[in-house]
């Protein structure tokens, strides 16, 4: 009896067995099915943006590009000269160069300016404004640095100056803006400085500058007045 019994049950239920067979084989063909028509549909699209890419004009890179390494303008170096100019102080805003005796040193006055330039291995190292004669009283050609000392006064000019250091075969100095029999500064004398002769024929320089002339630049130092 339970043979019989076992046996009718798989008869009644084997067309459902197949038929669920064939439903789990129909899902998996639509799944494949699928998987193969979304990796088609991404393999076009990925073919169409490439191919949009290498057509596309590159003119917007080319122009950011060129506006991201354009060359900026140069600015000017800032001027180490000391504006307004102030007598009391030295004409530059940094320090004076250091001289050694293996330099080649010199000095150069250009009328014109009214500068005393500084130059040390052919360039210029510092410089300074100066007053020189008025009527072209100070001499102009080569000469070099002579004698030097810490003060005079002229009577006959009613002005002396100090920190003087002279040019060798002439009767004119570089020194400091001028001072009263008193030793006292002239501030309208002074205020020339830099901007127009006021001497008889002599250099002059601000007070620090005079004295770094004074104490640093060698005898002998050749000195072009132009």
């Not at 890179?61 to 000391?82: E, I, L, N, Q, Y």
Request: glycine share 6%; net charge positive.
């Amino acid at each position: 009896m339970r043979q019989v019994h076992f046996h009718r049950l798989k008869k009644r239920y084997r067309p459902w067995v197949w038929g669920l067979v064939v439903i789990v084989v129909v899902a998996l063909i639509g799944v494949r099915a699928a998987e193969h028509l979304q990796a088609s549909a991404l393999t076009t699209r990925q073919n169409q943006t490439s191919k949009v890419t290498k057509n596309r004009p590159a003119k917007k890179f080319a122009a950011k590009s060129v506006d991201k390494h354009k060359a900026k303008p140069k600015t000017a170096a800032p001027s180490v000269m000391r504006k307004p100019i102030d007598w009391h102080q030295p004409s530059e805003t940094v320090a004076y160069p250091t001289i050694t005796s293996a330099e080649k040193v010199a000095m150069r006055v250009n009328l014109k300016k009214q500068r005393v330039y500084i130059l040390i291995n052919g360039k210029v190292a510092y410089t300074m404004y100066a007053s020189s004669g008025v009527n072209n009283l100070t001499p102009k050609g080569h000469f070099q640095i002579g004698t030097r000392g810490d003060h005079f006064y002229t009577p006959s000019e009613k002005m002396g100056a100090n920190y003087w250091t002279a040019f060798s075969g002439t009767g004119y100095l570089f020194h400091s803006v001028p001072v009263d029999v008193n030793g006292n500064y002239l501030p309208k004398e002074a205020a020339k400085l830099g901007k127009e002769p006021g001497s008889h024929g002599c250099v002059r320089l601000s007070i620090p500058d005079a004295k770094w002339v004074n104490e640093n630049i060698p005898t002998g130092t050749p000195v072009d007045i132009s």
